[in-house]
């Protein structure tokens, strides 16, 4: 079975700062990884996944992760922050064995709190 | 861009009374989930749907809860008698087969009173 860490519950930083946000998960087999944002009473966005190839992963809004298995990390960064990404942000990951159906196992997520 | 619809956005019920909460998700899709997030926590798998019946199940979902694709689009989550632990937001996703393309909707906030 599949678990997903985020150690920091709450990440307080200046707008324009960088940021990671980190995620560690525990899997027996080969993965696929993802972050999701929300924003307060709505819904979860993805930002973007890791499925395969290269470990450097872009998405949405500047961020990107860097997938890497040796620590079993799929950590989270902005090189520059704004006071719109306040949010919480979730870790999740899957079995790639799977075909088909697969379950998401989600982080407890970090709230990353930007101020001015 | 497709998008797993839900309906309603928010649903405030009495204890003991029965939910239905709705989602349609993307036409193409053959995998069909629904998860909880209590307000403040993370976010659970209850349960998945593939080919007209559950696949998966979490521990979570009980004999009060029961899911049905009636119709061949909408996917539907059934509480038979809410309690107030009930109280959540639900989330349908939907996948094709692969992780990519796996969608959530926006999600039903369930308040039981």
């Known amino acids: 079975a599949q678990s997903v860490t985020q150690l920091d519950s709450q990440v307080p930083v200046f707008e324009e700062a960088p940021v990671e946000l980190r995620c560690n998960y525990s899997?027996?087999?080969?993965?696929?990884l993802f972050w999701y944002v929300q924003y307060p009473n709505q819904g979860l966005q993805l930002l973007l996944k890791y499925l395969s190839g290269s470990t450097l992963v872009k998405g949405i809004n500047g961020f990107e992760a860097e997938f890497n298995k040796s620590q079993t990390s799929f950590h989270l960064r902005k090189p520059s922050v704004h006071i719109s990404d306040t949010a919480e942000y979730f870790c999740?990951?899957?079995?790639?064995?799977?075909?088909?159906?697969?379950?998401?196992?989600f982080g407890t997520g970090t709230r990353l709190l930007v101020s001015p | 861009e497709p998008e797993v619809t839900q309906t309603p956005s928010h649903q405030v019920t009495q204890m003991g009374q029965e939910v239905i909460l709705r989602c349609v998700p993307i036409?193409?899709?053959?995998?069909f989930y629904w998860y909880r997030q209590i307000l403040g926590q993370k976010v659970e798998f209850l349960v998945s749907f593939y080919n007209n019946e559950i696949s998966e199940k979490s521990e979570i979902f009980d004999d009060q809860f029961s899911v049905e694709r009636p119709d061949g689009s909408n996917f539907t989550l059934k509480i038979r008698s809410t309690k107030l632990e009930d109280s959540a937001m639900y989330f349908c996703a939907s996948s094709p087969g692969t992780p990519d393309g796996y969608t959530f909707g926006s999600g039903t906030r369930l308040t039981v009173v």
């Open positions: 999740a990951v899957t079995d790639s064995m799977n075909t088909g159906f697969q379950k998401l196992v």
């Open positions: 899997s027996s087999v080969s993965v696929y």
């Open positions: 036409s193409n899709h053959l995998y």
